[in-house]
């Protein structure tokens, strides 16, 4: 079965602490995955994806299949950076994006 | 940018009414649209995928009655919840794939519906 796990509902930090959001994964065939973020009041937004392998506002993720974990990741969090943050696979029929359960990032100043 | 538009954002109705919640891609053709709901403080769970031209598949639990989807071009999809009842009170959601445009999956605003 398709299932993607975001184990954190809520993250607190402080400004300038690291970050990781933990998301894992169950899918059978090669996955492709997102992370999203939902800012207060705005609709959801494609942050990263991994088959880029790009660095958006300092977030990195890495696919680790051996894990099946794609863990999303910031060196010095920003207050700017609360939000909700989903992890997303993209499997099954019609290339449809399953979403992990959501974790909100806390940045406290 | 590839935009999806959702319209409404709010809607209240009362009970036993049809409400109609639309979801276009603005600048881009989208062949399939995927409608979601989202309970608060919870994640989104897919209720189906459009489909231009043909029926919508929808996920298991969910009432293709209840929830009737039409796929009629290729930038319109819609969501009609018939006969609201209060445990239909949700935000619901869709989302285009605009690969094309390099913008992967693009989703709309969201439109929150209360059911009195």
């Known amino acids: 079965a398709q299932r993607v796990t975001q184990p954190e509902k809520l993250l607190s930090v402080f400004k300038g602490a690291p970050v990781e959001l933990k998301c894992n994964y169950s899918y059978s065939g090669s996955p492709e995955l997102f992370w999203y973020v939902q800012y207060s009041r705005q609709r959801l937004q494609l942050l990263l994806r991994?088959?880029s392998r790009e660095s958006i506002k300092g977030f990195t993720a890495d696919l680790n299949k051996g894990e099946t974990s794609f863990h999303l990741k910031k060196p010095f969090a920003q207050e700017e950076d609360s939000a909700m943050y989903y992890c997303?696979?993209?499997?099954?029929?019609?290339?449809?994006?399953?979403f992990g359960a959501g974790t909100r990032l806390a940045v406290h100043p | 940018g590839a935009v999806v538009s959702q319209h409404p954002s709010w809607v209240i109705c009362k009970s036993g009414t049809s409400v109609k919640i639309e979801c276009r891609s603005l600048?881009?053709?989208?062949?399939?649209m995927f409608w979601y709901r989202q309970f608060p403080k919870q994640s989104l769970m897919l209720m189906a995928t459009s489909n231009e031209g043909s029926k919508a598949t929808y996920e298991q639990g969910v009432e293709k009655d209840k929830f009737l989807i039409n796929h009629a071009s290729l930038t319109l999809s819609t969501l009609t919840v018939t006969s609201a009842h209060p445990e239909d009170s949700s935000f619901y959601i869709c989302?285009?794939?605009?690969?094309?445009?390099?913008?992967?999956?693009?989703f709309g605003s969201g439109t929150r519906l209360t059911v009195v």
């Open positions: 989302s285009a794939n605009a690969a094309d445009r390099g913008y992967g999956y693009t």
């Open positions: 991994h088959i």
């Open positions: 600048d881009f053709q989208a062949t399939t």
């Open positions: 997303a696979l993209l499997g099954g029929g019609y290339n449809k994006l399953i």
